[in-house]
């Protein structure tokens, strides 16, 4: 499919944590007619995201962190995640390798990635990656809790009582969410 947009003016709004861009292009719809639209874009890297868990458990590791954009919409902001973090140079494995021993202290070393998925499609530019990966209680190698200021709890749950917590409101992350309900249809944890 050839696509159906032709950039006619990009504007640099913002570069801190991450790009924020006013784009302004012409877009040919369906039928023909070209209408010109103008988006913001906000682009911080892609990710990835992993749901770790024990079998003989029937166990699942989460995080609990305090997040702003919850915060300034009305949540409390304390939001309960699967662990996930950026790609530095777009290895998504390496990355979630890293990632789960900052956050949640285990060492893995077999992650299976399940899926990729743009998030926010709308306004984000993030695609992230899925995975799943057992774990053990002998492969916690540290305390974990992040590490440059970030203040992470980490949450053992089994999967029945996570799966609850979506019902309640008390877990509200789509990745969670998303990994959550793949572990349940797969039978990850029978």
């Known amino acids: 499919m050839d696509t159906p947009i032709t950039v006619k003016h990009e504007e640099l709004l913002s570069k801190n944590w991450g790009v924020l861009k006013k784009t302004t292009f012409d877009y040919q719809r369906r039928d023909g007619r070209v209408e010109t639209h103008t988006r913001e874009t906000y682009d911080r890297g892609n990710g990835a995201t992993i749901l770790l868990y024990n079998r003989a458990q029937g166990t699942v590791v989460l995080t609990r962190q305090f997040r702003l954009p919850a915060y300034v919409n009305g949540h409390p902001g304390f939001l309960i995640e699967a662990c996930a973090g950026l790609l530095d140079a777009g290895n998504a494995e390496e990355a979630i390798k890293r990632e789960t021993e900052e956050e949640t202290g285990y060492r ?3 992650p299976v990635k399940i899926f990729e998925v743009f ?6 530019t993030e ?9 053990e209680p002998g492969t916690r190698i540290s305390a974990g809790g992040g590490i440059d200021g970030e203040d992470i709890e980490i949450l053992e749950l ?8 979506i019902d ?9 969410i998303m990994l959550l309900q793949y572990a349940q249809l797969h039978h990850l944890l029978d």
Request: hydrophobic share 45%; aromatic share 8%; net charge negative.
């Open 108 to 110: 893995i070393t077999d």
């Open 119 to 124: 998030m926010s499609p709308g306004s984000v």
């Open 127 to 135: 695609r992230l990656a899925f995975f799943v990966a057992t774990y």
């Open 158 to 165: 089994s999967l029945e009582a996570a799966l609850r917590m």
């Open 168 to 176: 309640t409101g008390e877990i509200m992350d789509g990745k969670t």
